[in-house]
C-alpha cells in the first residue's frame, strides 16, 4: 500500500502505486474525454486542472482522439502554465494519453493507417499527441483498445520502441 500523501499539500488524497510502475498516483484522475463540438477553453481546464492538483490530484488522463485532439491541447496549455505560474512543477504530475482512434473527430473518415495498433499509428500517433500536448513525454502511453487485426507482437514491439525513446516511461 502507498504512502496516504507523498506531500502535506495534498494530505486529503491518497495514493497507490500504479502496477509495479514505482509511479504515486492519486486515487481520483482528472480525464479529459470531450466530444469535437464542446466548447471547453485552455484557460477553463487548467482552472479544472488547478482546483484537483490542489485537492491532491496528481494523475490526468488524455487520448489523442478526445475532442478530435483539442483535449490534448488544452491539457498541454494547462500543464504549461501551471508550471510557468508556480502551480507544479511537470515532476509533479503523471500525464496519461492513449492511442487507437487518431485525433479525427468520429464522423471524418481517416485514411486506412491513422488507426489501430500497428507500429506506424503507435510511433506517429505518439509524436503527434505530444506534438498537441506541446511536452517531450507522457508519463503513461495506453492502447486504448485491443486490435485484432494487428498481431499483439508488433504492438508490443511498437510500445516498446515508445519506451525506449523515452517518448513515454510506462
Known amino acids: 500500500m502507498a504512502p496516504a500523501s507523498p506531500d502535506a499539500k495534498s494530505s ?7 502496477g509495479n510502475s514505482g509511479l504515486l498516483v492519486s486515487k481520483l484522475s ?4 470531450m466530444e469535437v463540438s464542446d466548447e471547453y477553453t485552455a484557460e477553463a481546464w487548467y482552472e479544472m486542472m488547478k482546483l484537483a492538483f ?7 488522463d488524455n487520448a ?14 494547462a500543464i504549461r ?5 508556480g502551480t507544479w512543477s511537470r515532476e509533479d504530475l503523471v500525464i496519461t494519453t492513449k492511442i487507437f482512434f487518431g485525433a ?4 471524418s473518415k481517416a485514411g486506412p493507417n491513422a488507426q489501430g495498433m500497428s507500429r506506424k499509428h ?9 506534438k ?21 507482437e508488433e504492438t508490443v514491439r511498437a510500445m516498446n520502441y515508445v519506451f525506449d525513446i523515452n517518448n513515454s516511461f510506462v
Open 12 to 18: 486529503r488524497m491518497t495514493y497507490r502505486f500504479l
Open 54 to 60: 490542489e485537492n491532491g490530484v496528481n494523475f490526468f
Open 30 to 33: 482528472l480525464g479529459s474525454w
Open 122 to 130: 503507435i510511433i506517429e500517433g505518439t509524436k503527434a499527441a505530444l
Open 81 to 85: 502554465k501551471g508550471v510557468a505560474e
Open 132 to 152: 498537441r500536448l506541446d511536452q517531450e513525454y507522457v508519463d503513461v502511453l495506453l492502447c486504448h483498445r485491443p486490435e485484432p487485426l494487428t498481431p499483439i
Open 104 to 107: 479525427l473527430d468520429f464522423t
Open 64 to 77: 489523442e482522439a478526445y475532442g478530435g485532439g483539442l483535449a490534448e491541447k488544452n491539457m498541454g496549455y
